[in-house]
């Protein structure tokens, strides 16, 4: 009987080490996503105002880009 007390509390020992790393990983995971959103918002941001910017250029006149010019270096 005391072989198997020792060995359900080793095997109960791996298992709080496991779930500690656990807890850990998910933390890390999670602070790792938050702030993987705040720099997509951020780019979203950027991209709504470089596309008003473009929209705005558009409407004063400025002259489109031609299509299948080649650049003046070539």
Request: glycine content about 4%; proline content about 5%; charged content about 30%.
């Amino acid at each position: 009987m005391a072989d198997f007390s020792k060995a359900a509390e080793g095997r109960l020992e791996a298992l709080e080490v496991k779930v500690s790393y656990q807890e850990s990983t998910i933390q890390e995971l999670s602070a790792t996503l938050y702030d993987q959103a705040q720099r997509l918002e951020r780019m979203e941001r950027l991209v709504r105002e470089i596309s008003g910017k473009m929209k705005d250029l558009v409407q004063e006149g400025l002259p489109a880009l031609p299509a299948n010019e080649r650049p003046p270096h070539y």
